[in-house]
Structures are given as C-alpha cells and as structure tokens.
C-alpha cells in the first residue's frame, strides 16, 4: 500500500455510472465520492459501481460514506456495486461484517454484467 | 545536611535546572517564581540535584540559608516527626551561619546544648521558637507541635532577614504522616501550606513515586503557587560522557560505542549508569567494551546495586511478603502478556481472590509501578521472578537476561512526531511502511499494521481536543514483533468506553462512524491505552515471526 493524493473520476456507460476513486479514501475523498455519485443520481443515474482498482487505503471514515453512498441510493431505489478492490479493501470490509451488505465483483466487466445492461 | 554528594564535575547535564533553582529564593521573593515540584523518573538525579543544591547554597553566599529534609528517613509519627524537623531545621541554620556543617550534622547533641551559641550568634529567637515547640508538647498540642515546626523556616526568613530555601527530599511519604496510628490523619500534609507561601521561604519538593507527589499536591492548599518542573533522562552524549568519566576514575578504560550502547540500554537513567560503572569495576574489568555490556548490566540487575535499589523499593512500599509475592507475579504476568487487565482473568490466573488482587493492583499503583516504563526495571522484575517464584540458580538467571540482552539489542527504535493535520496519518503510515520493508514483512500483514495506525492516529486527532496538535509515535521492532506507541495530548480514553456494537444495529440505527477501534482491534495482535501523565499512549503490537531468507509472517 502507498497512499497517494486523492482523486475521483467517473464515466457513465449507458445507464450505468463508474466511479474511480484514487488514491487514499478518507473523510475530504469520501465527501468527493458521496457528491459524484449524487451528482450522476440527479442525473437519473440509478446504477452505479464504484471502482476500487486506484484505491490505496481506505480507512473507517471513508467506510462510513461509502455506507452513505448505499444508502442514498438505495432509498432513490438504485442499486451499488463494488469492484477491483484489493485484498486489504476486502479484509477490512470482512473484518467489519460488511461484505454482505455491498454487491461485490471481482472487475468492472463482472460488475457492468451483473447489473443486467442496464436493467435495474 | 547533604554537603557530600558527587563531586561537581560528575553532576553533569543539570546546568540549567541547577542554576534557576539557585536563583528561587530571589525570584520567588519578587514574586517571580513559585514553589518548585521536582518531578522525574526513580534514578533520574533529583536528590543529587538537591544535594548539589543545597552545596552550592551553603557555601557560596550569606544571603539564602539552605535547609534539605528526606522524609525517607523521617519517623512519620507527627510528634516524633515536628521534633526532627525543627531540631535538623535549627542545627543546619547555625551550621549555616557559622559555616560549621558538622554542627548540622551531629545528631547526638540535643538542641538546648546548642542555646550558648544561638544566643552568641544573636539568634534569640530560634531558642523561643524552640520554647514554643515544647509548650505545645507539652501542652499536648499536636497541631500546635506540627506546625510549628513545619513554619519554622518561614519565622526563621522573617526574623533573621535572610530567605530560607528549603528542600524536601522523598516528599510523598509525608502523605503517611499520623497522630497515634498509621492512617489516622492524611491532611497533615497540608499544615505546609503557610510555610509554602511565604514568599521568603521558597520550597522545592521532590519524591517517588510521580503519582504519590501528584497525589498529594492535588489538594489546592499546597498546588497554589507551585510549578512543576521535570528532570528528564541524561541525553546520549551527556551519558556517555558521565560513564566513561565514572569508569576513567577506576582506572578503567572505555570503548566510547559500549558507553553509548549501556547508555541507550538504560535510557541514560544516571543511577543505572553509576551502578553499571560500579559493578564492571567488581568485576576487574581491565577495560570496557562490548562484549563486557551484557555481563555487567545483567549481573547489576539481578545481584549488584540495581537490584538492591529496586528491591528496598519494592520492601517498602510492600511491607507484607505474601503480597510482595503477588506482586511481583502481577507485574510478571503483564510483561508476558501485555494487556490482560481484566480482573476475573487476572485473578485466575494469579491464584488470588478478588480482595487480594484488588490490594495489589492498589499496591502498584501507589508505588507507581504500574507505568515505570523502564525497561532496566522490566529486567529487574524478571530476574526476582525467576528468583523468588520458579527458584530458579544465580547461574541460570544470570544466563537468562543474557539471552534477553542479547535479543534486545538487536531492536531498532524508530521515533517521530506528526502535525495534527489532514492526512498527516499518511506520513506515518509511509514511515511504518519502510520499516516493514526492511524487516521483509510480508505486504497483506504490512497493509493490515498501516491501517491500525492510520486509524489510531485519526483517533486521536479528532478526539485529542489539545491545543499542542502533535502526535508522538515510537516504533520497535525486534525478530518477534513489532511495537507501535502512539501519544497524543488531551482528552483521555480507555478501551473499556469504547462499546462494540453489533453491524446490524449500528447500521439500523442510522449509525456510519466508529468502525476505526474495531478494526484497530482486529488488525493487531494487542493493543493498550494506557494514560501517561497528560497523554493517552495507545500501543499497537503485531506478532512477527521472522524468516531470514524470505518473507516474514505472522
């Protein structure tokens, strides 16, 4: 792990938003991704994976908006995937008894697959 | 009166404390100082302090009479106790004034022997004092009797003129001082409290342990006007400097690197190095060096001065053996295992009731055992362990702590300090990270350590609430684990307030933050809070286990 600077990128495939956090998730990233995620739902954006692959470290704080994230979609009736998290994401999600609560994928193509071409 | 100590030129690297301490008695006078608190680790130098002190005051001027008292030596009876103040109090003032220490000195002559030369030297006045004292003995008077004599030097600065500086040596025993039984009257202390606010009479105070002098200086009467200052460790070089000037004066030579070695182990503690200096010149050492460190310091801790040190400490703040005993079990059994605080368990584990076991956390907390964090005193308690519990020979014990010796050196100590800021976690993260590189840590068991730390640190910068926004950090390695403390100033936390709440209901209850404990938890193999002084450590340790052609892995 070599914790950068942060950044957050998206793109939108379809009806489908990607989002690529970069870098270390903390509390001034996590309130990045809260916003560009809500940024695509008032869009009309109701599915959307997050893409861990240039993600370095992702501490408590972060993990409390990515919950936010799942729940504000989940209330607009959307649905969140993750995908490319390393095994350090995992065993922190594993270790805090959240995977069930995320869908989780092992790339973006398995992600984009699972949520059907678009179909919620 | 302490005119010996060491000679001046072995009291090395107190310049500074030394020389404002030898302009109180002026500052305080005008109002620009307080009474000062001594505080300092066991060994750390403050009696030395006093009695270079207290030497420097006696023979360098008229103007400052000096007056030490050691309450390790003090009858704690408050009869007994008002007597010996007044009467060592009175016979170092003449000796001062005459320039005669062995007046001081001399136990043996009572104080109405000394009425011809008090009168001579016009000191009218500490015969009526004397008088006073006795009225009040006589009439009964404890309270009288008491403060009286704790008042006598301030009546001294105001009717001789001249300031009074007094030095009270091992001053948390006065906290036991009694009328007819021990226990009996713990506010007795605070009768100084009119003699530490005479601005003639300036006090410096001092003790072991910290906790017992906080203790007592936690009531307001004796806390008003008094500052705190601290005697810390002798640094590197200054260490280095007093070992080998002591071993020079035995005619033993010595390798600069083993005196900086020793001095690191001991953590320029300068009792320890005097020890130290003192057992190699038992030994006959012809020089010292290297390979001499590891016998020297182990057979100090286990046999020589050291150990008699630690030992009279233990016998007199435990004075039943049975207790001593468990003791000396407790504080082993948190050297093995670090963090096994709860009271079942401990009980369990020690074989004691729960009465006993709570007589015994008190014991060490009162004889501020608990938070030494001393590693030479660590050392110490294992080679008593291995003494007086698993009876175990001189031979075996002394081959013991070599082994651990050598162990223990191979350790390296990184340490650094870190801004409260944004993502200045990731320094230290980046920090840990390379040293776990250079110890091969295997990347998942190295990521799951960083995230710890990240999370400790985040933890102490949102909660700290200090407005001195640093985080100090220490890390140990060594070929079984790596240790991480993490200090932070402010508020205090323990772990037992911290509740862990099921997923579910945190998230039913709308709850996204307080996971960063709970992975702190699962992540490392131990982890302590501990508070110590005005800061809260956080302890993080890892198990590793070594692999020298490969990785390493738990």
Redesign the interface.
């Known amino acids: 792990m070599s914790p950068s600077s942060f950044q957050v990128t998206s793109r939108l495939i379809d009806d489908v938003a990607i989002i690529y956090p970069r870098g270390y998730l903390n509390n001034l990233s996590g309130e990045n991704i809260v916003s560009e995620c809500a940024r695509h739902a008032q869009a009309g954006v109701r599915k959307i994976i997050v893409n861990f692959r240039d993600t370095d470290l992702i501490n408590s704080i972060g993990i409390s908006f990515l919950l936010t994230v799942m729940e504000d979609l989940r209330d607009a009736g959307g649905t969140l995937c993750f995908s490319g998290m390393k095994k350090a994401h995992l065993d922190t999600f594993e270790m805090l008894g959240l995977t069930k609560y995320f869908l989780l994928f092992t790339d973006e193509d398995a992600a984009l697959r699972a949520l059907g071409g678009g179909q919620v | 009166m302490p005119l010996g100590g060491i000679p001046e030129k072995e009291f090395v690297n107190r310049e500074e404390e030394l020389c404002f301490l030898r302009r109180l008695a002026g500052l305080r006078r005008d109002g620009l100082a307080a009474n000062v608190l001594l505080l300092g680790g066991r060994g750390s130098g403050k009696t030395e302090l006093l009695k270079q002190l207290c030497r420097e005051v006696f023979w360098e001027g008229r103007e400052v009479v000096p007056f030490y008292y050691s309450f390790r030596t003090a009858a704690l009876k408050s009869a007994t106790f008002a007597k010996d103040y007044f009467t060592r109090f009175v016979k170092q003032y003449i000796a001062f004034v005459k320039k005669e220490p062995l007046l001081a000195d001399d136990a043996g002559t009572p104080l109405r022997r000394l009425a011809p030369l008090l009168s001579s030297e016009g000191l009218q006045w500490l015969i009526d004092a004397a008088d006073e004292l006795e009225e009040h003995t006589d009439g009964g008077d404890l309270y009288g009797q008491v403060l009286s004599a704790i008042s006598a030097p301030a009546a001294a600065a105001k009717r001789g003129g001249r300031p009074v500086l007094v030095m009270l040596d091992d001053f948390s025993a006065s906290g036991r001082l009694y009328e007819a039984r021990q226990g009996d009257s713990p506010g007795l202390v605070s009768l100084f409290e009119e003699s530490m606010n005479n601005r003639l009479c300036p006090h410096i105070i001092t003790g072991s342990p910290a906790a017992g002098l906080e203790a007592i200086f936690s009531d307001p009467a004796l806390r008003r006007e008094t500052e705190r200052m601290r005697l810390l460790p002798l640094p590197e070089d200054a260490a280095c400097d007093y070992f080998t000037g002591l071993l020079r004066k035995m005619q033993i030579p010595c390798e600069r690197r083993a005196a900086l070695l020793l001095a690191g182990r001991v953590r320029g503690n300068p009792l320890y190095l005097r020890n130290m200096a003192k057992a190699a010149s038992k030994m006959k050492k012809k020089v010292f060096g290297e390979d001499d460190i590891s016998e020297c310091y182990c057979s100090d801790i286990a046999f020589g001065e050291t150990a008699f040190y630690w030992t009279s400490v233990l016998a007199e703040g435990i004075p039943s053996r049975g207790l001593a005993r468990t003791v000396l079990k407790l504080l082993m059994l948190r050297l093995d295992k670090p963090g096994m605080e709860n009271a079942e368990r401990l009980s369990r584990v020690l074989g004691v009731r729960d009465a006993d076991l709570g007589t015994t956390l008190d014991l060490i907390e009162a004889n501020g055992l608990g938070l030494c964090d001393d590693p030479v005193f660590d050392d110490f308690v294992r080679a008593l362990f291995m003494k007086q519990i698993e009876g175990r020979s001189d031979d075996d014990i002394r081959e013991a702590l070599g082994k651990r010796f050598g162990e223990q050196t191979d350790d390296s100590r990184f340490e650094m300090v870190i801004p409260m800021t944004?993502?200045a976690e990731?320094v230290a993260?980046?920090a840990v990270?390379q040293i776990g590189r250079n110890l091969s840590l295997d990347?998942?068991l190295?990521?799951?350590i960083?995230?710890a730390l990240?999370?400790t640190c985040?933890n102490a910068m949102e909660h700290s609430g200090s407005y001195e926004r640093k985080i100090r950090l220490s890390v140990v390695s060594s070929a079984e684990r790596l240790e991480i403390a993490i200090e932070s100033p402010g508020r205090h936390f323990s772990l037992d307030s911290l509740k862990e709440t099921p997923?579910e209901e945190k998230?039913a209850a709308g709850k996204?933050?307080?996971?960063?404990f709970?992975?702190i938890r699962?992540?490392m193999d131990d982890v302590r809070v501990e508070r110590v002084n005005d800061r809260t450590r956080v302890t993080l340790v890892k198990n590793i286990r070594l692999v020298r052609d490969g990785k390493a892995l738990k």
């Open positions: 944004d993502q990731l993260a980046r990270e990347q998942d190295l990521n799951s960083q995230l990240v999370e985040i997923v998230l996204k933050r307080g996971w960063g709970t992975l699962k992540t």
